[in-house]
Nanobody
Framework: QVQLVESGGGLVQAGGSLRLSCVAS????????VSWFRQAPGKEREFVAG????????YYSDSVQGRFAISRLNAKNTAYLQMNSLKPDDTAVYYC????????????????????WGQGTQVIVSS
């Protein structure tokens, strides 16, 4: 079956960096677009960053534009989220999600478009 496993979360001070990883199995990873979402305590889950099947197209939410970078290495079935200049407002559980909708060509931002999700990894940014 399809599995997405995130790792790399943790506790970091404001201004610091973390790199999240998402390893996929059970699917042809190179055919799937991947996005990262996050859910802060008491808030709805929101889109953070996305990439299409080849990694050539990326898109970011306004809140992370210029600080976060999404990338992927299809040979390792892995997507990454490099997070720099972290702020306390970035504290959340981060989820990766994959979809073959639109044949993976487009970067998608709506949760409903993603059938596959990881279990999440916690990121805590202290002030």
């Amino acid at each position: 079956q399809v599995q997405l496993v995130e790792s790399g979360g943790g506790l970091v001070q404001a201004g610091g960096s973390l790199r999240l990883s998402c390893v996929a199995s059970g699917l042809s990873f190179r055919d799937y677009a991947v996005s990262w979402f996050r859910q802060a305590p008491g808030k709805e889950r929101e889109f953070v960053a996305g990439t299409n099947w080849g990694g050539a197209s990326t898109y970011y939410s306004d809140s992370v534009q210029g600080r976060f970078a999404i990338s992927r290495l299809n040979a390792k079935n892995t997507a990454y989220l490099q997070m720099n200049s972290l702020k306390p407002d970035d504290t959340a559980v981060y989820y990766c999600a994959a979809t073959n909708s639109e044949n993976g060509v487009l970067v998608l931002t709506a949760e409903i478009d993603f059938p596959y999700w990881g279990q999440g990894t916690q990121v805590i940014v202290s002030s």
